[in-house]
């Protein structure tokens, strides 16, 4: 038996054998260190992952992609990681199909046609580097979302979303997910009344739903340094108050209900779906 929530289920074969891999991967190695076995060094991108390297790094290539947690040894061959090519490779989709966000602007409140008009505002598969897919998720959120103005004490404009909270929301998806569930994507969907951001894989560890604004654990260690050390563009105009993707305090979660109930007066919700998926959903103002 497993807990899902409040309830005890069956372990199904499937979870049994994730289970194992996961036991055995944490003794060995984590997951997103694992070399990619049909990748080799000279399909990451020398730009993106000389990023990661400081004025006092002294190690060669391989030394430090070795030390970055870019690349692993795979039968005596030094190829890169999946944090290799999830971070400095141009499309990492060649190697994990789905590490990609399915981002979609719905017109109304359900994913269904209504009368004439179409159902999608806008749609896209945001692909690239993490850091990159972070970044254009965000301005797919900025574009799509609707702004609503209040003429009470002049006119005061008010977003549908707090993009803090949303650019905390899309860096924990991408740095969080797991990255082994080979079929399943992030899924970010912007409705009238709220937006949701589906996330692949349960929640690590011995943490809950509940537990999520007051613990700290990391899946992808590997994943979360490097973003830690990603700095976001001043020329991007996000206004999300970070000058990095990460900043590995375990702050993104409260920041996440804190903005998003200040802007709307309803907070956030996180559930897990099937115990396999994370789901977050951020509501909007009423009105907007």
């Known amino acids: 038996m497993h807990r899902v929530g409040d309830e005890k289920r069956e372990m199904s074969p499937d979870f049994l054998a994730r ?7 944490a003794r060995i190695i984590r997951f997103d260190e694992q070399p990619v076995p049909n990748a080799v060094l000279g399909d990451l991108n020398e730009a993106l992952w000389l990023r990661f390297a400081t004025q006092r790094t002294r190690d060669s290539r391989d030394g430090l992609l070795r030390k970055l947690g ?3 040894l795979n039968e005596e061959v030094l190829r890169p990681s999946v944090a290799g090519v999830l971070l400095a ?9 789905n590490a990609f966000i399915q981002a979609v602007a719905y017109r109304g409140t359900d994913i269904r046609p209504a009368g004439e008009q179409a159902y999608q505002l806008d749609a896209a598969d945001i692909t690239g580097p993490l850091d990159q897919q972070v970044l ?9 979302m609707r702004v609503a103005a209040s003429k009470k004490m002049g006119r005061e404009d008010t977003l549908q979303f707090d993009m803090t909270a949303v650019f905390e929301a899309i ?14 994507k992030i899924r970010l969907r912007i409705f009238a009344d709220r937006l949701e951001l589906y996330s692949p894989g349960a929640i690590p560890n011995t943490m809950t739903v509940d537990s999520l604004p007051y613990r700290q654990a990391a899946r992808n260690e590997a994943i979360t340094s490097l ?3 990603c700095r976001v563009p001043d020329t991007e105009g996000l206004g999300v108050g970070r000058s990095t993707m990460m900043d590995k305090r375990g702050e993104g979660v409260s920041i996440i209900l804190h903005n998003s109930e200040q802007l709307s007066g309803r907070a956030p919700e996180y559930s ?17």
């Open 227 to 229: 973003l830690a050390k």
């Open 171 to 184: 860096v924990n998806a991408v740095a969080h997910r797991d990255y082994a569930m080979q079929d399943a």
């Open 272 to 288: 897990l779906v099937d115990g396999s998926e994370l789901r977050l959903v951020i509501y909007a103002p009423d009105g907007n």
């Open 70 to 72: 870019m690349a692993n």
């Open 136 to 144: 254009y998720a965000c301005h797919f959120v900025s574009k799509n």
């Open 89 to 97: 490779s141009d499309d990492p989709r060649q190697w994990l199909p």
């Open 19 to 25: 289970l194992f891999q996961q036991r055995r991967q």
